[in-house]
């Protein structure tokens, strides 16, 4: 007896039977029943919501997504109960008495008689090898040994030890059978007639007006995962599904799906490369226990792929080591059909995109060139911990470096900790490309030759994920992009060799807390604008502690040293700023997105209307807040401790107009500052001084003072004052609204 193949009028009259004997509330499930499918469009498309019926008929059911456009019903035990065709008819598996015990496969026919009550809906063995009565197809045959649980359309499924069911595609890569449950992000099951969709509660008919359709989904850990063991021979694999080549240490993975490593094993020949196609999904590379170790080359190299996912397990701890020199070059076809050459730059290097994920620990050691490369994009999933030591670059993804999460150890002697540089090539910008972003996760830069974190594009630090924390230590910038830095949260600590952070454009601070060392240089630069939104700034010590053509400060609290000029509107120490040599204005953008020449020497705009910000400068001729254009300050707390020792400048200089109209502006000095109301009174470090408005307690000695509503003198009691915030270093200021 072959399955039953039945309209849908019919099985719909049929499952309100089936439904009634089965669940009590069933008839509530699905309002009237409908005569036809073309009636329940019809029902749909007027907006009826009591019409969306269950594809699968009894909620107790479950459907999923087979080949070939059929839908398979299971019940609870996950048994095919019976399916739905493409065209929109049901099918019958089977029945399992001895008369058809016999019979070698399971197929749809074209009838559309309804069952009599001799026909029975089978129960199929859960167990593929317990049933005789069902063979491989010859799609699946050369893809497995394995006997399927069942064969539909010439299509043989079969089910792991975890219960779930998958069939091999063409390439015998293992599609997961999608449980089609309800989510946030809705999947649709599309047919020629039809497009079956999900609600909050069952299984419903759409309009295919607006529902997609989106095909099977290979996903990881589908059973009979290739297991690849090295030894002091090389590799060895069980459970081979075609797709894995070995030679001697040399593994070749060619096809999607999750493939299990462990052992450990030396010599030119260590590496595992994948060359799946692009059209497939993703390749698992499942960390075990690894250590592998090429003397010459890249022990992992992913050639080609849609994703290579590189996974070290939980509890375990695997090693890779690269070889220090490269003479190997490897000629392929890539996806494009084009021939190309490679060799390998990183110890762990990929073409194309590249994720880190799991819970287990991964040392990378790249004694050649860069530590992790992928010519695209590099991604951080999971709670990995991560340590890499690199010649030059420890991570770079050209396309980008997205870090979600981990604990993220760099070593880079001589190139940059973190790098992402799509469009320095040819000096473009890339929409969504040359970009790092970071948010969440703990990243400590022990050491970068160059640059901390270095993004052609864009850098932006945010807590989208969780809260990141990020140290770095680097011989150049700390956090630097030829086009934007956002800084939005997180607890930063940078010690840089040059400026703390830096743009060549653009500088944001919308919160976070970020500390900085920058004795030779700014702490924070942009040669276009450096706006300060929120956040905490913490320049323990620079040249110039905040340096850009245009600083708007509308919040944040900054505590800032430099020992030239705290702040600094138009350039300074590091001849990145904005003057041409001809001293004319120039707003033309130079390479990567940058001002293409410094501003006019008398230009610079300094703007603060909101925030608590202390600066404070070393001695010589140093300027506290100091702008080569306009300087305003019409909200906040400005508190300035100038060390001026001969020279213009003191607290506060401008070369253009000055504007002070907060009432909360203090300024200390051992000299008489060019803006602002100077008052020849003297002061110490022993007590508070300020206004009505506003007092410190300074952490210098001088005689001059600047504020904006009038003599100041010392303060004997601050309890008058409404608010207080302390600065990371130490210093309290008071003041009323």
């Keep these: 007896m072959f399955g039953k193949s039945l309209g849908l009028s019919t099985l719909v009259s049929l499952s309100f039977g089936l439904m009634a004997g089965c669940s009590d509330d ?5 309002g009237a029943p409908v005569d036809s499918y073309l009636d329940q469009q019809e029902l749909l498309s007027s907006g009826n919501e009591n019409t969306k019926t269950n594809v699968c008929i009894e909620d107790t059911y479950t459907a999923m997504q087979g080949a070939n456009g059929i839908i398979l019903c299971m019940d609870a035990n996950g048994t095919l109960v019976f399916w739905i065709n493409a065209d929109g008819t049901y099918s019958f598996p089977e029945s399992t008495n001895s008369d058809t015990a016999n019979q070698d496969t399971i197929v749809g026919t074209s009838s559309n008689s309804a069952p009599t009550d001799n026909d029975t809906l089978a129960t199929l063995p859960t167990d593929p090898a317990s049933s005789s009565s069902i063979i491989n197809s010859s799609a699946s045959a050369g893809c497995t040994t394995n006997t399927p649980l069942y064969t539909i359309s010439g299509v043989s499924y079969y089910q792991d030890n975890t219960g779930a069911i998958f069939y091999y595609d063409a390439n015998c890569n293992k599609v997961l059978l999608n449980t089609i449950t309800s989510s946030s992000s809705e999947t649709t099951l599309s047919s020629s007639s039809e497009i079956f969709a999900i609600s909050s509660s069952s299984i419903v008919i759409e309009s295919s007006a607006t529902a997609q359709s989106s095909a099977s989904i290979v996903t990881p850990s589908n059973g009979d995962t290739p297991s690849i063991t090295y030894s002091t021979s090389g590799a060895a694999v069980a459970n081979n599904n075609n797709c894995v080549t070995i030679t001697g240490g040399e593994v070749v993975i060619t096809c999607a799906g999750d493939y299990d490593f462990s ?8 590496q595992i490369r994948v060359y799946s196609p692009k059209s497939d999904s993703g390749v698992y590379l499942n960390l075990r226990g690894l250590t592998l170790t090429n003397t010459t080359d890249a022990p992992i190299y992913s050639q080609m792929s849609s994703k290579t996912f590189v996974v ?13 020199t490269r003479t190997k070059t490897y000629t392929y076809v890539n996806s494009n059909n084009e021939t190309k050459v490679d060799t390998t730059g990183a110890c762990i290097y990929a073409k194309d995109d590249l994720t880190i994920k799991g819970e287990g620990t991964l040392i990378v050691k790249g004694n050649y060139n860069n530590g992790i490369h992928t010519s695209n994009d590099l991604r951080f999933r999971g709670a990995t911990t991560v340590n890499v030591t690199a010649v030059n670059n420890g991570l770079k993804g050209k396309g980008t470096v997205d870090i979600e999460n981990g604990n993220i150890t760099i070593a880079a002697a001589n190139g940059d900790g973190i790098k992402s540089d799509e469009g320095e090539d040819d000096s473009s910008i890339v929409s969504n490309k040359g970009i790092v972003n970071i948010k969440g996760g703990n990243i400590t830069i022990t050491k970068a030759g160059d640059d901390g974190i270095q993004a052609y594009n864009y850098i932006i630090i945010q807590d989208s994920v969780s809260e990141p924390t990020i140290k770095v230590t680097s011989t150049g910038k700390g956090i630097v992009s030829n086009n934007r830095v956002y800084i939005n949260a997180g607890k930063i600590d940078i010690s840089s060799g ?17 500390t900085i060392a920058a004795p030779k240089n700014d702490g924070v630069h942009a040669d276009s604008t450096l706006i300060i939104n929120d956040g905490t700034i913490y320049v323990t010590n620079s040249y110039e502690g905040l340096e850009a053509w245009y600083i708007k400060a509308n919040g944040g609290i900054t505590d800032v040293y430099g020992t030239d000029d705290a702040w600094n509107a138009a350039g300074g120490n590091d001849g990145s700023g904005n003057t041409n040599q001809s001293g004319q204005s120039n707003w033309g953008f130079g390479p990567g997105g940058g001002m293409g020449g410094r501003m006019g020497s008398s230009s610079g705009f300094l703007t603060i209307t909101g925030g608590v910000h202390h600066a404070k400068t070393g001695s010589g001729d140093t300027d506290g807040i100091d702008s080569n254009g306009e300087l305003t300050i019409s909200g906040g707390v400005v508190i300035v401790e100038c060390q001026i020792s001969g020279g213009m400048g003191g607290s506060f200089d401008a070369d253009g107009t000055a504007s002070f109209t907060s009432k909360t502006v203090l300024g200390f000095s ?8 100077n008052y020849n009174v003297s002061f110490s470090t022993s007590g508070y001084y300020g206004t009505s408005n506003v007092a410190f307690k300074p952490t210098i000695s001088g005689r001059y003072m600047v504020t904006t509503t009038g003599q100041p003198s010392q303060i004997s009691n601050t309890s008058s004052y409404q608010k207080s915030v302390t600065f990371p270093s ?6 009323n609204n």
């Design 730 to 735: 130490g210093s309290t200021v008071y003041y």
């Design 263 to 270: 052992g450990s094993y030396s010599g030119a020949d260590a």
């Design 498 to 514: 040059d400026d703390g952070v830096h743009s060549n454009l653009n500088v944001y601070f919308n919160g976070g807390y970020t």
């Design 26 to 30: 069933s008839t509530s499930n699905s």
């Design 312 to 324: 070290p397990k939980n509890g375990t701890t695997n090693t890779l080591s690269d070889g220090s």
């Design 670 to 677: 051992s000299g008489s500052s060019e803006k602002g109301s």
